[in-house]
Structure formats: C-alpha cells, structure tokens
C-alpha cells in the first residue's frame, strides 16, 4: 500500500502531465487541488479509504476517488499509463527541469517538436528558444543550466530517498530467512553520504538463490543483472537501484571492504589472515581502533583516534529539544498546538518554534502585529502544557546587505533568533560572506540557519569562506545550525569538526513545516555523527534550564 505523500506526488504528476497534453483547465486544476487535499490529509489515507458506511474522500469528485484508490493499492493508475504512454518520455523528463513547467514543456514539444533533452539542450545552444513567445534569452539560459545539473545529478539520490527502501529489502530478507543470518546494508549508504547513488547489501554467497527467487517472485522488485557474485536489482518503476554483493566467506572482511571508501581502505592496509568473526577484529588484527562506519570518511581518521580516543558521539537519546520548528502562523501544515503536543510526544522538553518573519510574504511571514498575537497564544499553551514549553523564536529572513528584517525592539522580544538567508542566492563569494557575518554580529541573532541556503540534487548554494563564518560565530556567541531536511543537510557534516573546535554549538534543526518532519531529527544525527559531532557541542542536546540560560547570556551581551 502507498502513502499520502506518495498519492499525493502521483496527483501532481498527473495534474501536470494532462497540462502537457492539453487537458481542459478545470481537469488539470481538479487533480492538483486533490492532491493538496491528499497533502494535508488526516487521518492517512488507508484509514480513510477503509472507511465503512461513509464517503472515503467527500472533499473530491468519483472519477478523482477512484484514481486515488488505484494509486493507493497499485502505485499506478490507467490514466496516468494513459498519459505516459501519448507522450514522449523526454518531455516528461522536461518536468524534472527547474523553471520549466508544464505550459512550456507543452510548446517546446508541439510548437517546437522537440521532445528529449538533448534536442532541447542543443535549441539553447543554437538559440532557438528565444525566439518562442513567453521564453526569452534569461529563460533560455536556466533551461540551459538546469539540464546540465539534471545530467549531472542523474544517477543520484537523497539519503533520506533511499533509506525506507534500505530498511524494507533488509526487513525483507530477515523476515524470510531469520534475523541471524548474515546479511549487511554497505557502501554509501552505510556511511550516510547525504547523497547516494545506490543501496548495496552484502549477503552470504549461499543464500544466493533464494535471494534471486525471492527477488523473482516479488513485485516490488526487478532484476536487471544476475552475475556470479552480484545481482543488480531495481525498485519497480522507479530509478533506485539495488546491488546484492555475494563475495567470499569472510563476511566481516568483506563488509569492511565495500564499505570503504577507498582512502580509507588504503589507510587501513587489510592483509590476508585467518578468518574475522567481526569488524572490531578486522581493525584490531591491524592494530588499529574500530572507526564505526560513518566516520570513515573523515580524512586521517585513523591516525586522528590513534592520537586522541575517539568521543561519544551524539545519539538520538541525547536531544532535549527542537529549535526550528513552522507553524500555520507562516507556512506550516499543523497548528502551534499539533506541532507542541507531537514534540512532546516525542519525549522532548521543549519546541522552539519560528515561523518565518516579514519580509517572507510567500510565506505568509509574521507582521509586527502577528508576532505579538502569536506571543498571547505561546502563553496559553505553555500555561497548558507545562513543564514542556514553547520558545517564542523567530527565522528572521537576512536582507541582502545583512540586516535582519525586523527592528531592534521586535527583535528583542523573542526567546530567540534564528537568522537565515533566502533570497539573493547567486552572490558571489566575498560579498554573500559579508553579507552573513554582518548578521552574525548582529546582536540579537542567536543561530546561524542553514548557511549556505543549498538544496540537495537541485541548487548549489552560497559559496562561502566558512572557516571565517565559523571563526565569527565563536567570536559571537553564535550557534550553528544544522538543518537536517533531508533536501538542506546544512551545515554540510565536513565543517562540524571545525566548528566543534572552535567552541561553536550546532543545533540539529529538522526545518519542521508538519508534524512528520520532526523526525528529520534521526537523519541530523546520523550527520551530526558523521562530523563528529558531540553531545556536549550540541545545542539542543542541552535541557530546558540550560537552552534558556545560553540564550540569556546573548541578552547579556547586547546589554554590555
């Protein structure tokens, strides 16, 4: 069975692939509504769908219903075989383009009869696009630019993409031949890249073929490749590819090898020997500490935990609390309510909510007057839910000359600030620096959010000389977020080090727009762990008293 978010993205595709085709306006817009609709709804679909005695989906019309229900059992549908199959696969793939939507994608293939992208690509080398009415050469060149980042990002997926599919092959497999047997996740998603090109499973060479009969016989999967010693599976209709690895009969050996990465391995200089009953003996049998499969990754691991023990390393059970958290006061989907309660739902002391502020109009930012209205509702539900509490918080957009849009006195009305960049992101290097240390000198700034603004698979982000953002933040008494949404992952794991060093906290910040995403926490310390991360340099691993006092010591700062 397939969840909302599932439905939810397969009503889009279909709303924009009947636009392609022409489809009527108010058909487009009916699928389009629904899955708003499949969004936002509660309870999930399944529960609704099996309903008795009452209309599953009353918001929605039959024929909407219907396709629903097809899309929750199957994963398909007819009409969007329907749809795939009348038009051209590379125009479809033009929907995966930014900045083209599904008007142009309509003309570029009709008008222009051009319906893959390396025809596209080359009608913006030779200019033809701007010749078509609605494009232009600005257009043009982002057309341009997104299928170079589309082709290069072609084989590549988020962590947070494949990890479910990880967790379900191995359920899987354990299921069916028992939880003892020997049967790993390996490669890069075993050291918890942020961006994955594959899962890959190390198994024992005699299961073999049962794990290819059971492949064969499932229907969630299909096999491309069957080698001696591999087999090359992918999730049907999908691009997520599986690699089964069977290679000889030193499991644990071999884990360490295709675990990697290869600097790592070079580091480590495996010989041949007597067969290893576990990893901490591989490493051991070289003389060498165990470096749990998420550090290896790390340059000079090895000879860094030679010199000084390794640390704890932050664990789930360590945080207290969420600091960066939206509402529907901006653009969240749940209440300040919903949002509290499922926090403390979560074992959790505190929520840190910070909905975004003014100058944020496409989301809904908080005027002056709505801050204070927000303030009067925080101290309604604190007086409820007590002990746990509600920090009044804010994620003041930076404005491109580094000022934060509120004045001093609203500013100094929050528990605390969250200071963020979302506009201007094509700054070249040494102003978009500036630009954020002008905000982390500001008084009342009191973490830095996710400071390059990059979105995984889709933008780049500021480059910036982080070593002097970093070295600002200590000098400040700013914190550093790490903005674990599975698409930000930002402050990128190979700073964490660095800024530990320097005495600055991260907060592992799950950008929270719904009560699901609050579990975006796990993928931050999964991050978090990567860099090395603490839980005595965790900010939010800290308890209410202590959230409260580092706050207060920036108000002592300004006061100075």
């Not at 399944?46 to 909407?64: K, T, V, Y």
């Not at 329907?82 to 003309?107: S, T, Y």
């Not at 947070?160 to 379900?168: E, F």
């Not at 590819?241 to 200089?269: A, K, N, S």
Request: glycine share 6%; charged share 25%; proline share 5%.
């Amino acid at each position: 069975m397939f969840d909302n978010k599932y439905i939810a993205d397969k009503l889009q595709t279909l709303g924009k692939l009947l636009e392609v085709n022409g489809a009527e306006e108010s058909r487009i817009q009916e699928f389009k509504s629904g899955s708003q609709i499949v969004r936002r709804l509660e309870p999930l679909i399944g529960e609704r769908l099996a309903a008795e005695n009452s209309p599953a989906l009353p918001e929605i019309s039959h024929s909407l219903q219907k396709t629903i229900e097809d899309l929750y059992v199957t994963g398909i549908s007819p009409l969007l075989e329907q749809l795939l199959e009348a038009i051209p696969a590379g125009v479809v793939k033009m929907l995966d383009l930014k900045g083209l939507g599904p008007k142009k994608a309509r003309v570029i293939w009709r008008q222009m009869g051009i319906d893959n992208l390396g025809e596209l690509y080359y009608a913006c080398v030779e200019n033809r696009l701007v010749e078509m009415k609605g494009f232009g050469l600005k257009t043009q060149e982002k057309v341009r630019e997104a299928i170079d980042q589309l082709r290069a990002h072609e084989h590549q997926f988020l962590y947070a993409t494949l990890h479910p599919h990880a967790i379900a092959v191995l359920e899987l497999l354990q299921a069916t031949f028992g939880e003892d047997v020997r049967i790993a996740l390996t490669g890069e998603m075993r050291r918890n890249l942020p961006v994955v090109s594959r899962i890959e499973l190390l198994c024992d060479p005699m299961l073999y073929k049962d794990i290819m009969l059971l492949l064969i016989r499932s229907q969630d999967y299909e096999i491309m490749t069957a080698g001696t010693d591999l087999l090359q599976v992918c999730v049907r209709n999908t691009r997520i590819h599986l690699d089964f690895l069977f290679r000889g009969i030193d499991f644990f050996r071999d884990l360490v090898e295709t675990t990697g990465p290869e600097p790592h391995l070079r580091e480590l200089q495996l010989e041949g020997g007597p067969i290893f009953h576990s990893e901490e003996e591989v490493y051991a049998r070289t003389g060498l500490p165990f470096v749990p499969p998420e550090l290896r990754d790390q340059p000079d691991i090895l000879s860094r935990i030679q010199a000084a023990p390794l640390p704890r390393l932050i664990e789930y059970g360590d945080l207290k609390g969420i600091l960066h958290a939206h509402s529907t006061w901006s653009d969240g989907l749940h209440t300040l309510e919903e949002m509290a309660m499922a926090t403390r739902a979560m074992g959790l002391q505190y929520l840190g909510i910070t909905d975004h502020s003014q100058s944020a109009t496409a989301a809904n930012g908080l005027s002056e007057a709505r801050v204070e209205a927000q303030k009067a509702e925080i101290d309604r539900l604190n007086a409820m839910l007590h002990p746990f509490r509600i920090l009044k918080g804010i994620e003041a957009d930076i404005r491109p000359n580094g000022d934060l849009d509120y004045n001093n006195l609203t500013l100094a009305g929050f528990d605390f600030v969250i200071a963020s960049v979302h506009t201007d992101l094509n700054m070249r290097p040494a102003p978009a620096t500036q630009r954020i240390l002008r905000a982390i000198r500001n008084p009342y700034t009191n973490i830095l959010g996710h400071p390059t603004g990059r979105l995984l698979l889709a933008r780049e982000g500021y480059s910036l000389d982080h070593r002097t953002i970093i070295d600002a933040c200590a000098e400040h008494g700013v914190a550093i977020e790490l903005n674990c949404s599975p698409h930000r992952m930002d402050l990128d794991w190979t700073w964490i080090s660095y800024a530990v060093e320097k005495g600055v906290p991260i907060a592992i910040n799950p950008d929270a727009h719904r009560k699901a995403d609050l579990a975006h926490v796990e993928l931050g310390i999964a991050a978090a762990r990567k860099g090395m991360l603490t839980p005595e340099m965790t900010l939010n691993a800290r308890d209410l008293a202590e959230i409260e006092e580092f706050f207060l010591q920036k108000r002592k700062y300004r006061i100075r």
